[in-house]
């Protein structure tokens, strides 16, 4: 059999594959690859968010669930896509080594970011367990502040000041925490203090009338008073009240009107009211003083 070449001829050398090849091994895989993501990217956004939402809605969930329920469900597609596209490419080899190298990776995360994924799921615990609701006003480590969202790592507080304080999720499920506005009725205390003449019966009496008349304190429960204790200056009248439905506007409204009411009716009835005061009693004694001061003068 004759070949073709010639001496001397050139072969020419082919640097790039044929356009078919080209065509076949990398252009197809990476438009499947593109149409796949983002065709299961929108379906993941626009149905399978929105269900999961609508779901959680029906079911009682409160926001911050929702909330929490969002940010999850926002990776979830994005895996979904990612892992999907790639499979439709033909990559599910790649998938395979990206699933080995990704568990090495996340082992390593793992131990790098303990503080990071204890929030996480400190959060969790949180959206569990309850302790606190968005819109609710909590008070931890001198913080005090209305919740304004529950993330996967964070809580976001709104102070009363309209200050943001961002809290790790950790350290509010690690901590003692106060939620004022946990049930639907809460009790506030005020020390009304009298003087040692005035009639304690009488005091109370004022008090009580106050109390009953404010439409914010409810009768049942019924305001308490009792004497607390014997200052040094007044005799202290611990009153105790209940508001329903409250939350950190209101108590402090209603409390300040209370105090306000009390000290205005004591004035009216002459029921003392005193304030802390020192007295200084005792005398100087001047008398050497003075014999110093006439013998300097006879000398002069």
């Known amino acids: 059999m004759s070949s073709s070449l010639t001496p ?3 072969v020419p050398l082919q640097i790039f594959p044929e356009q078919g090849v080209l ?3 990398f252009v197809i895989p990476a438009l499947t690859f593109l149409v796949g993501f983002v065709v299961v990217f929108l379906v993941g956004k626009v149905v399978l968010t929105p269900v999961v939402k609508r779901v959680l809605a029906t079911r009682g ?5 929702q909330s929490l329920a969002d940010s999850l469900m926002s990776v979830v597609v994005w895996v979904l896509a990612l892992t999907i596209a ?11 080594a990206l699933g080995v190298f990704g568990g090495a990776i996340a082992l390593a995360v793992g131990f790098a970011a303990q503080d990071l994924l204890g929030n ?5 615990f949180i959206l569990k367990d309850r302790p606190f609701e968005v819109g609710d006003w909590i008070e931890v480590n001198d913080i005090t502040g209305r919740v304004q969202d529950i993330d996967l790592r964070v809580t976001r ?5 309209n200050e943001l304080i961002t809290v790790p999720n950790g350290e509010l499920a690690n901590n003692a925490l106060k939620n004022p506005v946990a049930y639907d009725k809460l009790r506030q205390k005020f020390v009304f203090g009298i003087g040692y003449d005035d009639d304690i019966d009488h005091a109370k009496e004022v008090i009580l009338d106050e109390a009953a008349k404010h439409p914010d304190i409810l009768d049942d429960p019924g305001t308490s008073i009792r004497v607390s204790e014997l200052a040094d200056s007044y005799v ?4 105790r009240f209940w508001i329903a439905n409250p939350n950190r506007a209101d108590f402090v409204k209603t409390r300040s009107e209370l105090v306000q009411a009390v000290k205005e009716r004591c004035d009216a009835e002459a029921i003392d009211m005193p304030y802390p005061h020192t007295q200084l009693t005792g005398g100087i004694e001047v008398d050497g003083l003075k014999s110093e ?7 002069d």
């Not at 507080?157 to 000041?161: E, G, H, I, P, S």
């Open 236 to 239: 202290g009248l611990q009153t």
């Open 157 to 161: 507080l709104k102070t009363f000041d």
């Open 61 to 65: 969930h409160d926001p911050s669930v």
């Open 8 to 10: 001397g001829s050139v």
């Open 86 to 96: 790639l499979t439709l490419a033909g990559f599910g080899g790649f998938i395979a």
């Open 293 to 299: 001061q006439t013998t300097a003068t006879s000398d």
């Open 120 to 124: 996480f799921v400190a959060g969790i």
């Open 23 to 25: 065509v076949q091994e």
